[in-house]
């Protein structure tokens, strides 16, 4: 069974491999799984209990090919489950292998939406796959161009489709983010100066320093920046809402059409601020790539997070290397920052 796996915002192709043979009953999931991936087991045996299908008491292994490549998150369960169908000869080989599955399974058989869903689909499209995924990411899933999608709430709803008892129809894609709500400056009264070097930084899209004692509208005037700058054009909209989704701060598949506004607090840590931590999770220059970067009390920041800012800032890319991880994340963004002069 296709399934993928995300090295920053890459999915890489996943091969999902369930073999049931004679021998002493166990359900054992190789190849490098994570906690979430190892807990499948139970998840996707209640889900087909719930279904009134029962494992077998042979010995079930499922290998998640390439082994060598560490496996996290839920999104697994799927896949795995549809790969026991099949191996069950409860659902057509033929039919499944044309597909890319992922989604994480409830108790009694229901889809739970998972993280990723937009740029497993963009991968579905390159290599002429489908796509199966949960009903609440099928609007996310929508936006790829030139692919089947079935998005059922549950796993009933895929067996059912496969024998042809019922016939899953393509989701639409999501709404695109509404432009009208964006801040304006209209709604800053006098400072002329700062407003007039707002306007030429954005038109520039150079970074800015705004100094001045509190109260005098700094980080409101830096909440304006994006209303600015233009709407995202089709190919950056898709991007950012890729980072968005593998991050998981993507809401109902809306495609991202405003520049991010992003302002962390004083007190963030450097992976915070760069990415980074035990999975190399993007940080916050990363979701504010094409787009805007606040960092209010700049004094107050740690003097190595400042530093780190250096290199993404020069080459629009920042990469996290880690014993187990080396990745690479987008990070053209746009800095703001503001001080009090004492």
């Not at 807990?39 to 087909?48: F, G, H, K, N, Q």
């Amino acid at each position: 069974i296709n399934t993928v796996a995300f090295q920053g915002i890459d999915p890489l192709p996943i091969d999902v491999q369930v073999q049931i043979t004679t021998g002493m009953p166990c359900f054992s999931v190789v190849g490098l799984p994570d906690k979430a991936v190892a807990e499948s087991r139970e998840r996707v045996r209640a889900a087909l209990h719930s279904l009134g299908l029962a494992l077998p008491p042979k010995r079930i292994i499922v290998n998640l090919s390439p082994a060598d490549i560490q496996k996290e998150g839920s999104h697994y369960d799927l896949p795995i489950a549809l790969g026991l169908l099949v191996a069950l000869e409860v659902l057509p080989f033929e039919e499944i292998h044309r597909y890319v599955a992922l989604g994480e399974l409830a108790l009694d058989g229901r889809l739970s939406p998972v993280s990723g869903v937009l740029p497993a689909a963009l991968h579905a499209s390159r290599h002429n796959y489908g796509l199966i995924c949960p009903e609440r990411c099928g609007k996310e899933a929508a936006w790829a161009p030139d692919i089947d999608i079935l998005a059922p709430s549950t796993l009933v709803d895929v067996l059912n489709h496969f024998k042809g008892l019922q016939i899953l129809v393509p989701p639409t894609p999501g709404n695109m983010e509404d432009l009208n709500n964006t801040a304006d400056l209209i709604d800053v009264k006098g400072q002329e100066t700062a407003k007039r070097a707002l306007e030429i930084a954005a038109a520039g899209g150079q970074n800015i320093l705004l100094m001045g004692p509190p109260g005098t509208g700094k980080s409101m005037l830096a909440a304006r920046l994006p209303g600015l700058l233009p709407p995202l054009e089709p190919e950056e909209a898709l991007e950012v809402t890729m980072i968005h989704s593998v991050a998981g701060k993507l809401s109902e598949g809306t495609l991202m059409r405003r520049r991010p506004y992003r302002d962390p607090h004083h007190s963030a840590s450097l992976p915070a601020l760069v990415g980074g931590g035990f999975k190399a999770l993007p940080g916050e220059i990363t979701l504010a790539h094409r787009g805007v970067l606040f960092l209010d009390e700049l004094p107050e920041f740690s003097r190595s997070t400042l530093e780190s800012l250096r290199q993404p800032l020069e080459t629009g890319t920042v990469t996290i290397a880690r014993a187990n991880a080396h990745i690479t994340y987008p990070a053209r963004f746009q800095l703001i920052a503001a001080m009090n002069p004492c």
